[in-house]
């Protein structure tokens, strides 16, 4: 069956850095997502990486290898705003989205 | 409107009602989807309608029934619920081509509960 995995939760300071981690196992790869969603809100777009390596974006970078099914979502200067949940998603060789149950992430201050 | 909306926000209703969720997205985009979000589980997708055309989810009980009347608008009618369809219902749009995938774009929700 197809499986994406990641931390239920988190904890960590204003300020520091953070990464959660996500490990994939597929129907086939056409790339992988990571939304923010906010308590009670949407969803949102964060990044999409389809290529092995970093792809960074101000605060938040997310890092991809293919042949060890692995992805991390890094958020660096953490603010308090950042206090939300993480979601990953794996397109699969069908172009279906494999979601996984989230990181809640609470930052303290 | 911008983005994607949808109503209500939140809905409490009988295990012998009948309600329509609406969902209604201001990109132009030409596919939709309904998903279900329960607690510390991961989203389910229940419905796609990609270029009007929707593609069957065999996993989802015939009390949800799906329905697309254009490219914009996507609604899902429910009767007979049961308390364990209490969850969140998410509604997103994409632009889909053929060999590429573009991010979904999500509706902020409805909030239902089954008594």
């Known amino acids: 069956g197809q499986n994406i995995d990641q931390p239920t939760e988190m904890t960590a300071t204003e300020g520091a850095i953070v990464q959660i981690n996500c490990t994939y196992q597929t129907s086939g790869f056409n790339g992988l997502f990571w939304y923010q969603q906010h308590a009670g809100e949407a969803p949102t777009f964060l990044s999409y990486n389809v290529l092995d390596g970093l792809e960074e974006k101000g605060r938040f970078s997310s890092f991809l290898s293919r042949s060890k099914g692995y992805s991390y979502l890094l958020l660096k200067e953490l603010q308090m705003k950042d206090s939300a949940s993480y979601l990953c998603?794996?397109?699969?060789?069908?172009?279906?989205?494999?979601w996984g149950a989230g990181t809640k992430l609470i930052i303290k201050p | 409107e911008t983005g994607v909306t949808q109503t209500p926000r939140h809905l409490v209703m009988g295990m012998t009602n009948k309600k329509s969720l609406k969902c209604e997205q201001h990109l132009g985009h030409n596919a939709m989807y309904w998903y279900k979000q329960s607690a510390k589980k991961p989203l389910e997708l229940m419905f796609v309608y990609s270029l009007e055309e929707r593609v069957e989810n065999n996993s989802v009980p015939s009390r949800f029934s799906p329905e697309c009347p254009n490219s914009s608008h996507l609604f899902l009618h429910l009767h007979t619920l049961q308390p364990e369809d209490s969850a969140l219902y998410l509604c997103a749009s994409s632009q889909v081509t053929a060999g590429s995938y573009n991010e979904q774009f999500f509706g902020p929700g409805t909030r239902l509960t089954v008594l």
């Open positions: 998603a794996v397109l699969d060789s069908n172009y279906q989205l494999i």
